[in-house]
C-alpha cells in the first residue's frame, strides 16, 4: 500500500524538481508517475532522442526514495509527426481530418502511428526497462474508441468482417441488409458508417462499434508486448476513464497486469442527485472487476476541476482524504493522487493539484497529508486483503453500445437503470462484484444481470446452470432481445432464458418517463418508469403487480424456482425506494447481510485476507451522520479506540474497524 | 372498402409466405402493398434482374385472394448503384456529399438516378403491369424535397429561374438583389443557397424551395407517366408523409389518381397537448382535400413506432381499431395497415407490425381484425359516400415556407395556428374541407383562409368575389404582407384585400409569447398571442377589442358586409376558447349546423352518398365519454340498436349512425 | 447637435427621392448616410463604375439641406469580385470555405479583398473627397472580427508570432507548449486553431484572437489612411456593432475621429431582466469611453427588429423618443435613426424603420419629429457640454476574451458581472466613464477596475500609484491570475496587486449557481454567487463576510488604506442590492454625489460646459415613475417651467433641467 502522486517535471524549471522531491518524500509520497505526455521532449525532432532530463528527474525523485511509474507518450503524438504524417489524425464521418492540437489526435490504424509509437516505446523501454526506480508501466492515456473513417479503418474494417463473416452472403444475411435494399454485391462498396447518420442498420452500427474498440485494444496490446519484451518483470497498466463508454474495457485490460483509474468524484455534493451520490462506488466496483483482483488509482482527485470547462466547486473539506480512502476501501492498493502542484502553463491550468499554483501547502496537502500518514500506519493491516462479495452484478459494453444505438424507449438508460440497482446494494451496506457478463459465477449468492438485451446461447446456458445448481438470478426487462448480430430473436420474449424466468412477456408498452405504479409483495406500491412488460406467468409466482392504467392487475414481477435456484424477473424499471425493498427481500431469502437503516451517503466495505477483515465506514456528504452497526468492541484501526456500536461521522469522515478473529461481523 | 397490409416477403423465409397469406386471408386482408423498397433484390447487380421470388409472392398472395399493390423501389437506389455513380447522392450547403447506408440517399436531379430509376420501372411495370393481381401502383415512398447543391441542382436552379424571370436584370429587380450587393452580373454567379444561411435574401430562399419541390414533383410526374405507359388501367398513387413539409403536396399529386397517406396518430394520448388532440383529423381533411376526394391510408399505425429514436406508448387498448375508423369516417376507403410482422432486421425492428417478433396474434391484431370484419359488414353502406362540407379552410405550402424562412414573431407558426382553427371546427362537431388556396371555393357557407402572406391579385380576386357573391370569408393578421416574390406590398395592410375586410392596419405588435387580452362581442375576454394587428376599421364593425397595453380599446376583430356576404379579419392570435366562441358564432350567422358541448377528444364525422348518410362518432381518448346527439331513433350501423339519442363511449369507442332517409339530422 | 436617418437610395425607385428629401428636410433631418452596402451599384461589373445615381441622389439630399455621410461598400463584396476571387471568402475551421450571399462575406487579409476595396473606396473619395454635402466617411460596417482559417490568415498569423515572439524557442516557452506534447519544431507546423477546439492551449487560442482584431483593426486603419489621403478636411467615423465582441474596439478605433455606435436598446421592456435594464447606459458609456468623448449614434432603433430571427415588440410609445433623449443624455452629438423607410426587399424587410412599408408618417414617426424638433431647440445648450465623471470602470477585451477561453465557473461572466456593477452606479445616478483599462486614471475619485484577470506590471504599477496617491481603487475575484501570455502567475492571489490590496487569497472556491451569503458592514446580509475567495487580510480590515458553508466568518470583501488611498478587494460576485449598499458606502467616502431612493429604469445623467450644467431625467419604463432631486427651481429646457423638486414622469418621459450658474446640484 503506497501513495503517489503525478508528476510533470517538464513543466518546471529543473531547478524545482529537487526541492519538490524533499516535499514528496516528507509527505510519506512512495511513487511518482512520469513522462506520460511528454514526447516532444523524448523526441524533439523525428528520430532525435533527449532523455537526459529524464534521467536527471527520475535519479532526483529515487535520491528520495520515490518508485517511479513510466508513461508512454502516444497520446499526443508531436507537431513534426502530424506534420510529415497526416494519416495520424482520426478522419470523421464526413471524411474530413480531425485537426490537432489537443492530446488523442491519432487514428489507432493508421500505420505512421503504429510506427512512430513503436519507435518512441522500443527507445524508453530499452532505456528504463531495467532502471531500479522504474517500477512499471502506463501504457498511453485514457484510451477511448475513436470514431474514424480514415482509409486504413475503411480497409482494417472490411477486413475484420471479412474474418467474423467470411463471405458477403454472411454479412448481408446476418445483418439483414435486405432491408431498404442495403444489400452489398461487393466488398468495396463495405465502408465505415459514413455520414454518423442513426438510421443506418443497427447490426452494422454495432459491429463497428465493436471494430473501434478492438482498435483500441488492440494498440493497447501492441505496447504491452513491446513494454514486456524490453522491461521484463515490471508491471504493465492502463489508466481508464470514468464510464460511460463504447470501450469494451474488458478487451482493453486483457493485455494488462493490472488495471488502474483516474478517479475524479463530483465535488459536487449538495446538488448530487439520489442515483450519483453512489457513482463512485460503481467505479471503482467496476476497476476492479475488470481483472477481478485490487487495482491503482493512478489520478486522484486533488482539488476542482477545470479546464476550457468552468471549474466546480473545490472538494468540501475532508472530502481529499475520504475519496482517498474509499478507493481503498473498494481494492485500490495504490492512491497516486493527480497532480502534485497545478500547472501554470496549457489547457489544464485550473484541474488543480494537490498544491497551488503559488506551491505552498495548504488546506488541500493537509488532507492529503493525513491520508498519507494513515496508510502508511495501516499498510500491514491492508497487506494480502481484497473484497470477497456474495453478490455479483452482470456488466456489459455490448448492452450499452446496442441500447445507445436504438434506445428502448425515452429516459430508458443502460448504465443508468445498472447504477441504480447498484446503489440499492450500496445503500443497503452490501457489497457487489461488477464483472463482465461472460465471466464465471459460481459462488455468488445472487447475481443481478440488467437487460441482456443482446443474448447468445453461451451465457444464456451459464445463467440456466448456475440457477439450477442452487443460484439466485435477477434478470430484467429488455432481456433476451436479440442475437449477438442485433437482430430480433423470432420467439417470445425473454426468449433464451424463458425456462429459467417460468414467465414470458406477453405484451409491452414502453412508458418512457408517463410513471406507473406497480405493487410489491401484495402492500407497499411504488412508481415505475421507462418500460412495463405485460407478464404470462408460466411457472413463475407474481410477486409484483401493476396498479395503473389498462394493465393494472398484470403481473410485473415474477419469482420462479428453476432446479435448486430461484430466478426473479422484474419486468418494468422500479424507483430508488422498489430497489431497496426488493433486493432487502431478496437479501434476506438468500441469506446475504445487510444494513436495513444505512444513512444516505454512508458508505460500508469489508477488506480481508490473512485471516483479518476490515470494515470501513466513510460518511461520503457534508453532513454528520450517525448509524449503528454489530461491531461493538471492534478495534478503530485509526485510533484504536473500541466500537460501542454506534459510529459518530463528522462529514468526511472515515472510521476503519479491524476484526482479527476473522469472523463474520453482523451488521 | 377493403383493409390491407404492407408485406416485406424478401425480409422472410419464403417457407413462411404460404402460412402468412393464409393468416391474411383469414383476417378479411384483401390488399397488400409490397417492394417498395427491394430495388437490392430486384437488380442484384447492375442489369441483372431477378423477379422470381416476386413472382411467388404475389401467386402466393394472389391464391389467397389478396390484390397487390406494387411500389416502386426508388427510395432505396442499392450499393451499386452509388458506388458506380456518386452522382445519386445529394450534397449539402457546404457541398459535401450526404453520405448513403439509409434509404432517401437520393439527389432528384441525378441524371444517374434517372436513367437507373427508368431502367427498373421499365422492367417492373413491363412485367407487372398486366397482371391480374396487380392493381395498382405506389410510386417511391414518402417523397419529399432535398435541399440539394450537386452541380445538377445547381444547374437546374438556374435553368428554372431563366425561364421563370427571362433575364438576369428581371431576376435581380424582382429579389432586390440590389440589398447588400447581391446582384448578379453573370448567370454563372447563381447557385443554390450555399452555406444554408438563413441570412440570405427571402425571395432567392423561397424561389430555391419552389425548385426544390417542383424537382420532386417533376421525378414523381415521370414514374407516373412511364406507369401508366406500361400498366394501362391500372391506378397510380404515392403515400405521403405527414405534415408539416417543403414540398408542395398539391403539385406531388398532380400526376396521381389518388392521394395516400402514411397515418401515425400519437400513441400518447394522456400527454396531448389541446392543439395535438384533433391533429390527426387534419392530416385526413388536408389529405382528403389534396384531390378533393376519397383516398387511401396508406400506412395505418399497428404498434409503437420506434426505431432509431425511442419507442413511444403502445397504442392505448381500442385505438387500433378507433384510429382505422377515424381514417374512414375521414374519407379513405382502403385502409392498409403497416406492417404484417414487426422487422427483425434492419433499423425499424421496433417499428412494430400488426404481429410482434413472434408473430403469434395478440390484443392489436385482435383489434385490427374486429376493424376488418366490421369493414367487411359496412362495405355496402360505405360503397359510394364521401363527405360533403360547408366549411372550407385553405392551406398553402407558399405560406407555410414564407412564414419559415421569416417567422414573424416568437412562437409565430403558420401550420400551429391552422391547426388550432382547424381543432375549433373539430371540437364544434363541424366538418371542413382542408383544399389547396388556388382551388375554387364556390359553394361553401364559410371560407376560412389563415394568414394569407403571399398574395396575389388571382387570390385576392377570387375571394373579393367569393364574399361579393354572398360567402363569408375569415382572414387573420399577416395577410396581404407580401407578393409571390416574397417582397412586400408598398401598401397598407392588408393591401390587396383592405377593401373586403373594410378595415386597415394602423400599426403591428409582434407581441410573441407576452400574452395578451381581447374582448369578443362585448364581454367575453380572451387571450391572445403572437401578433396583434391594432386596426382602424373603415367600414367593418369591432366585434373584438384589445384589453391589454397601451392599445387598449382598439379594434382587434372586424366585420365587414360587403357585397352580399361578409368578410372577418382577425388582427391576433386567439386562444383555444375564443377561437371556439368565435366560430361558434359564425355558423350560427351562416346557419351550420354544430354541436355546442361536444366533449373533448370525440370526433364527428359524416359521410353521405347514395341516398344515405352515416354519421361516424369516436372516442379517441382513453376515458369514457358521453354526449347527447339529435340522432334519437337512428339506427347503429355496427349494432343494429336504435339510438334513443344519449351516446356513450368507451375509450376507444366507435359508433356509426345511419340515416337512410337522408335527411339531415340536426345535432 | 443633429439628427439624421440612414437613408437607401438605390433601393427605391429615384422618382422617390425627391418627395423623401422634402420630408426629411421637413421633419429637421439635416444628415443622412449613404452607401454603405452598394459596392454593386457602384462597381457593377469589375473595373466599371458608375456613380451617377449617387450624385442625383446626393445632389437631392443637398438641395433640402442634407449633409451625407458616405459609408465605404466593402461588408458587402459584390458577387463578380467572390466568383473571380474566392480568396475573399473566409475559412472555417474545418479548412471550408464559408460561401457569400449574404454581407461580411470576407477575409480581412485577403489580398484580394484589400486589392479591390483600394480600388472602390479610391475611386469613391477621390469622386466625394471634396463634395461641399459630403461632410465626412463612415468606414465598412460593424467591423468584426473573423475566427478565418485561410492560407493568409496562416501566413499573417505566423508573422504576427514572430514578430511578437522572436523566435519558436520564445513562443513554445511562452506558450507552455510543453504541455501535451504541443511544441513546435518548425515554423511551419504553427497554424490558426483548426478543429476550433476549446480544449487547445489558452495562450495559443488568446493569441489569435489578438491576432483577428489586430486584422480587423488593421483593415479599418487602412480605409481611414486611404480616406484621408483623398478627402481632406472631412472626418472618419466607423458604426460599431454592441458588445460583447472578441475584437478590441480600442484598437479598432485607434485610427478613427470619433466613436459612432448602432444602438438598439431592447424593445422587451416588461421582460428585461434586472441586470439588462441598464445595458444602454452600459453601450453609450462603453462608446464615449472608445475616444474619452463625445461621439454618434449612426444607427438608432426606429422600430421592431425583425429579419431571419422573428420580429420583437415594437417599440412602446414613448421610447422612439425616450432612447434618443437617453444617446444624447450619454454623449451623442448626433443621432442618426436607422432607417428612413423599412426595405421591402431583402433580408431586413421586417427590421423597421421610422416610415412602415406604406410610407405613410405614423405614430412612431411622430415620436421621431418630436425629439427632433426638441433637438434644434436645445442644440445650443448642448453645444460644447459632455459629461465629466467621478468614477472610472476599467473595461478590457482582453480579459473578455480570456475569460471566455477559460470560464472560471457556472455562470461567471466578466461582461455580465461588469453590467451588475455599472447598474449599481446607474441606479444610484452615478455617472461613470468605462475606458479602457491601459488608460490613465489621475483625476477620479473611485476607479473599479473588475477581474483583471490577466494582469502585467504597467497596470499594476498604475493601479499602485493611484491608489498611493490618494485614489480609491475597487479590485475584484480573479485578479492577478495571469500574466499577458494566458499563463498562471506563479505567487499567491492577487499576485502583482497583492501590496496594494493588503489581502491574499488563502483559497477559493468556484462555487458556481450555488447560491452563498455574505455580510457587509456587519448586519446586512446578501446573496453572492460564482466565485468565493477566501481571504487572509494581512493590513486590510474585513467589511464584508461569509455566512453560509466551511468559509462562513472567513472574511470576503476588505478594504486597505494605502498610500493616501483606499482600495477595495471584493472575493465574490454579489447580487444588485449587495452592490448597490456597497457602492453607496463607497460614494458616501469618496464624497461622490448620489441618489439614495431613485426609481428603477430611471436614469440620470449630466452634460456641462461652457458654464452650463444639463440634468437629464429619464423614464425608460413602461410604467409611471416619481422622484424627488434637489433641482427646485431649475428651469425644465423642453417646457420652460421650473422644477418643485418632485418630478413626474410618464412612461417614456423626458425632462432636462439646466443649471445656468453651473453652481453644482446636489442631488
Redesign the interface.
Known amino acids: 500500500m503506497k501513495v503517489g502522486v503525478d508528476y510533470?517535471p517538464?513543466?518546471w524549471d529543473p531547478a524545482m524538481w529537487e526541492q519538490d522531491a524533499q516535499r514528496m518524500q516528507a509527505a510519506g509520497i512512495g511513487i511518482a508517475r512520469l513522462a506520460e505526455?511528454?514526447?516532444?521532449?523524448l523526441e524533439?525532432?523525428e528520430g532525435e532522442y533527449d532523455f537526459g532530463w529524464l534521467d536527471t528527474a527520475i535519479a532526483t525523485l529515487a535520491r528520495h526514495g520515490i518508485d517511479i511509474v513510466l508513461g508512454t507518450?502516444t497520446?499526443?503524438?508531436?507537431?513534426?509527426l502530424?506534420?510529415k504524417h497526416p494519416d495520424v489524425l482520426p478522419v470523421d464521418?464526413?471524411r474530413?481530418p480531425?485537426?490537432?492540437?489537443?492530446?488523442c489526435h491519432r487514428c489507432y490504424n493508421s500505420p505512421s502511428l503504429r510506427q512512430y509509437s513503436e519507435r518512441i516505446i522500443a527507445r524508453l523501454t530499452k532505456h528504463y526497462g531495467s532502471h531500479p526506480a522504474v517500477i512499471g508501466w502506463q501504457t498511453d492515456n485514457e484510451l477511448a474508441a475513436n470514431d474514424c473513417h480514415c482509409e486504413h479503418c475503411t480497409r482494417g474494417f472490411r477486413a475484420w468482417l471479412q474474418k467474423k463473416y467470411g463471405s458477403l452472403e454472411n454479412l448481408n444475411r446476418e445483418?439483414?441488409?435486405?432491408?431498404?435494399?442495403?444489400?452489398?454485391?461487393?466488398w468495396?462498396?463495405v465502408?465505415t458508417?459514413?455520414?454518423g447518420?442513426?438510421?443506418?442498420?443497427?447490426?452494422?452500427l454495432l459491429d463497428f462499434q465493436r471494430f473501434s474498440s478492438d482498435s483500441v485494444a488492440d494498440f493497447n496490446r501492441f505496447q504491452a508486448v513491446l513494454i514486456r519484451a524490453n522491461s521484463p518483470g515490471k508491471f504493465v497498466t492502463h489508466n481508464l476513464w470514468g464510464y460511460p463508454v463504447t470501450t469494451d474495457y474488458y478487451d482493453l485490460f486483457d493485455s494488462m497486469d493490472f488495471a488502474s483509474v483516474d478517479y475524479y468524484p463530483s465535488t459536487?455534493l449538495?446538488?448530487d442527485a439520489k442515483s450519483k451520490v453512489y457513482h463512485g462506488a460503481l467505479t471503482h466496483d467496476l476497476t476492479r472487476g475488470l481483472k477481478r483482483k485490487n487495482y491503482w488509482v493512478m489520478e486522484q482527485l486533488s482539488g476542482?476541476p477545470?479546464?476550457?470547462?468552468?471549474?466546480?466547486?473545490?472538494p468540501?473539506?475532508g472530502m481529499i482524504r475520504a475519496h482517498a480512502w474509499q478507493s481503498v476501501s473498494r481494492g485500490a492498493d495504490v492512491v497516486v493522487h493527480f497532480r502534485w502542484r497545478?500547472?501554470?502553463?496549457?489547457?489544464?491550468?485550473?484541474w488543480h493539484g494537490l498544491l497551488d499554483?503559488?506551491?505552498?501547502p495548504?488546506?488541500r496537502f493537509a488532507e492529503f497529508e493525513q491520508f498519507s500518514r494513515e496508510t502508511q500506519k495501516l499498510a500491514p493491516l491492508l497487506e494480502g486483503t481484497t473484497l470477497k462479495n456474495d453478490v455479483a452484478m452482470l456488466f456489459s459494453h455490448e448492452q450499452l453500445n446496442a441500447l445507445r444505438?436504438?434506445?428502448?424507449?425515452?429516459?430508458?438508460d443502460y448504465l443508468g437503470n445498472f447504477k441504480q440497482m447498484h446503489a440499492a446494494f450500496v445503500r443497503l451496506g452490501i457489497g457487489t462484484d461488477v464483472i463482465n457478463w461472460t465471466e464465471a459465477i459460481d459462488g455468488y449468492k445472487l447475481v443481478v444481470a440488467p437487460s441482456l438485451y443482446l443474448l447468445d446461447d453461451a451465457v444464456a446456458g451459464k445463467l440456466r446452470r448456475y440457477v439450477e445448481s442452487g443460484g439466485t438470478l435477477v434478470l430484467t426487462a429488455r432481456t433476451g432481445v436479440k442475437n449477438m448480430n442485433n437482430?430480433?430473436?423470432?420467439?417470445?420474449?425473454p426468449n433464451l432464458v424463458g425456462d429459467v424466468t417460468g414467465v414470458q412477456v406477453?405484451?409491452?408498452?414502453?412508458?418512457?418517463r408517463?410513471t406507473q405504479h406497480v405493487v410489491l409483495y401484495g402492500d407497499q406500491q411504488f412508481d415505475c418508469e421507462q418500460w412495463c412488460d405485460i407478464l404470462e406467468p408460466l411457472s413463475a409466482e407474481t410477486i409484483g403487480t401493476y396498479a395503473s392504467e389498462?394493465f393494472s392487475g398484470r403481473a410485473a414481477v415474477t419469482r420462479n424456482r428453476f432446479g435448486k435456484g430461484v430466478s426473479y424477473y422484474l419486468g418494468t424499471v422500479l424507483d430508488n425506494d422498489a430497489y431497496r425493498a426488493f433486493f432487502r427481500r431478496v437479501a434476506e431469502e438468500t441469506s446475504i447481510d445487510f444494513v436495513p437503516d444505512l444513512p444516505e451517503g454512508v458508505e460500508l466495505s469489508v477488506r480481508s485476507g490473512n485471516g483479518k477483515r476490515l470494515l470501513f465506514v466513510l460518511n461520503l456528504t457534508k453532513e454528520s451522520k450517525r448509524t449503528s452497526l454489530h461491531v461493538r468492541g471492534l478495534a478503530s484501526a485509526l485510533t484504536g479506540g473500541r466500537c460501542d456500536g454506534v459510529i459518530e461521522l463528522a462529514p468526511g469522515g472515515v472510521e476503519i474497524f479491524v476484526d482479527e478473529e476473522a469472523h463474520r461481523f453482523q451488521f
Request: net charge negative.
Open positions: 510533470y517538464e513543466h505526455f511528454a514526447w516532444s521532449r524533439p525532432r507518450p497520446a499526443t503524438p508531436p507537431n513534426w502530424v506534420e464521418s464526413k474530413q480531425v485537426y490537432p492540437g489537443v492530446r445483418w439483414g441488409t435486405v432491408v431498404w435494399s442495403g444489400e452489398y454485391s461487393s468495396t462498396q465502408t458508417p459514413l455520414g447518420s442513426p438510421h443506418l442498420n443497427p447490426s452494422f459536487d449538495a446538488n476542482t477545470g479546464c476550457w470547462h468552468p471549474m466546480s466547486r473545490t468540501f473539506p497545478t500547472a501554470r502553463i496549457g489547457a489544464e491550468q485550473f499554483h503559488h506551491g505552498e495548504g488546506r444505438i436504438q434506445p428502448q424507449s425515452d429516459g430508458f437482430v430480433c430473436w423470432p420467439g417470445r420474449l406477453d405484451e409491452y408498452d414502453p412508458v418512457g408517463d389498462y
